[in-house]
Antibody, heavy 121, light 107 residues
Framework: EVLLLESGGGLVRPGGSLRLSCVASGFTFSNYAMSWVRQAPGKGLEWVASLIDNGRDTYYADSVEGRFTISRDNSKNTLYLQMTSLRADDTALYYC??????????????WGQGALVTVSS | IVLTQSPGTLSLSPGERATLSCRASQTVRGSLLAWYQQKPGQAPRVLVYGASTRATGIPDRFSGSGSGTDFTLTISRLEPEDFGVYYCQQYGSSPRTFGQGTKVEIK
């Protein structure tokens, strides 16, 4: 069974930093692209970042480019999202999601349950 | 690419047919468009990808169609468990974008 378990969420002040982790199990982690997608309270889905081709290529939404970094440690079956210079509008539930293959042009076929990040003073 | 979904809310009874639309501001490369279902308190679940391919385990009452800039998700006969919010997403170009969602509710 494919499982994705996010952690690292919490309350952080504006301008602060936070690192989210997503531990994967039930599949060969290194063979798949991975993404982060967020959802602000009561709002729709927003793609944040993707990591493909075994980590060689990264893509970011304009809203987080230069502030967030997606990375992975295949030896630990773990995906990360390092978030810096956090703003109130980064407040959201952050989902870790697996790509259908290791390519860019594939949808997300498995999702975790999310980690809540709240940016507030 | 901006994706605009319509209608915003669809009020239907079980057994009825649901037709959800997703219109793109420019051509979606390779028809790389997916539909997701999200129920309250749950993560999204992929229903259709590549505009018309059903994901593993998805019932055949769900069907996707379209190309270019116009895409449709059809639920042939609504079941009680089909109510929720549906999102389209294009994943052919960066940034990947989602539509704003269509809520399917019980009439």
């Amino acid at each position: 069974e494919v499982l994705l378990l996010e952690s690292g969420g919490g309350l952080v002040r504006p301008g602060g930093s936070l690192r989210l982790s997503c531990v994967a199990s039930g599949f060969t982690f290194s063979n798949y692209a991975m993404s982060w997608v967020r959802q602000a309270p009561g709002k729709g889905l927003e793609w944040v970042a993707s990591l493909i081709d075994n980590g060689r290529d990264t893509y970011y939404a304009d809203s987080v480019e230069g502030r967030f970094t997606i990375s992975r440690d295949n030896s630990k079956n773990t995906l990360y999202l390092q978030m810096t210079s956090l703003r109130a509008d980064d407040t959201a539930l952050y989902y870790c999601a697996r790509g259908h293959t290791d390519a860019w042009s594939e949808p997300c076929d498995y999702w975790g349950q999310g980690a809540l990040v709240t940016v507030s003073s | 690419i901006v994706l605009t979904q319509s209608p915003g809310t669809l009020s239907l009874s079980p057994g009825e047919r649901a037709t959800l639309s997703c219109r793109a501001s420019q051509t979606v490369r390779g028809s790389l468009l997916a539909w997701y279902q999200q129920k309250p308190g749950q993560a999204p679940r992929v229903l259709v990808y590549g505009a018309s391919t059903r994901a593993t385990g998805i019932p055949d009452r769900f069907s996707g169609s379209g190309s270019g800039t116009d895409f449709t998700l059809t639920i042939s006969r609504l079941e009680p468990e089909d109510f929720g919010v549906y999102y389209c997403q294009q994943y052919g170009s960066s940034p990947r974008t989602f539509g704003q969602g269509t809520k399917v509710e019980i009439k």
